[in-house]
């Protein structure tokens, strides 16, 4: 895939997983237009809430743009307006701006061919598993909730109450758990479709980081991912975890930010 390929993809995979899980929530709204996605978790969760895939204009279009900022603040929840490539970054800022938003860091958006080996070692001890039940989506909210400063509960609720759509057969969604013993104490979670697999959550417990655990995970999810057929992996990262993931294999390909 060359990249304007590999930005569509990733941006389509970033907005349908947006949306997956709030669609499997009673209390969530998914207002999916075509030039412009808002996702209500009905939660007060930033993570969860999002405004994104967004072709407004800002000059011709403030009206709408005023609207969707408005729905979140009107109830006091966080949320956040990603901008991506294909979506708003470096037309959109300054309107974002206007209305009181701020972006603290532009994240890279980092992309990774699976055609060759994926080095890295498990650590011995850990134990990682695909999540295939209602318990272990259990045990991936609780790290996940955890991990967050402060801890967040809203994540642990989202999660519990969309736990079926979670663990559906034909769910893009994969969610991974890592366990030292009985214990989980760091998740991952992947989204397969657009001929691409994206990460987004890496987390581990704060007692347990410095081990190698959330790299293990990712190593282990993109052979996974290889072994079934994907060829691409994308993830996200700000400037200081841009080393790590290159160690890997991945390289920058685009700029995102999210505004909040």
């Known amino acids: 895939m060359d990249r304007p390929a590999i930005l569509k993809a990733f941006e389509t995979n970033l907005w349908d997983r947006a949306s997956f899980l709030a669609k499997a929530r009673k209390d969530a709204e998914v207002q999916d237009a075509q030039d412009l996605l808002l996702v209500d978790s009905g939660l007060p969760c930033k993570p969860l809430n999002t405004i994104g895939r967004s072709t407004l204009h800002p000059r011709f279009a403030i009206d709408r743009i005023e609207a969707a900022v408005k729905r979140f603040r009107a109830k006091s929840s966080p949320f956040t307006w990603v901008l991506a490539p294909l979506s708003g970054h470096g037309t959109m800022e300054p309107a974002l701006k206007d209305l009181g938003l701020a ?17 890295g070692n498990l650590p011995t001890g850990f134990d990682i598993k695909r999540v295939a039940t209602t318990a272990a989506v259990e045990h991936f909210a609780d790290v996940l909730s955890a991990s967050s400063t402060p801890p967040d509960e809203n994540l642990k609720t989202f999660f519990v109450d969309t736990k079926e759509a979670v663990i559906a057969p034909a769910s893009p969604l994969r969610l991974y758990v890592g366990y030292v013993g009985p214990e989980p104490v760091a998740v ?56 790590l993931y290159e160690r890997i294999g991945f390289k920058p390909v685009g700029r995102i930010a999210a505004y909040s």
């Open 188 to 243: 991952l979670e992947a989204f397969n479709a657009h001929s691409v697999i994206n990460f987004y959550a890496m987390a581990a417990l704060a007692s347990t980081r410095g081990k190698g655990y959330a790299a293990a995970l990712l190593i282990n999810g993109l052979r996974e991912a290889k072994k079934v057929g994907v060829r691409m992996a994308c993830l996200q990262t700000p400037e200081a975890g841009r080393a």
């Open 103 to 119: 972006c603290p860091e532009e994240e890279w958006i980092m992309a990774m061919p699976l055609d060759g080996n994926i080095p």
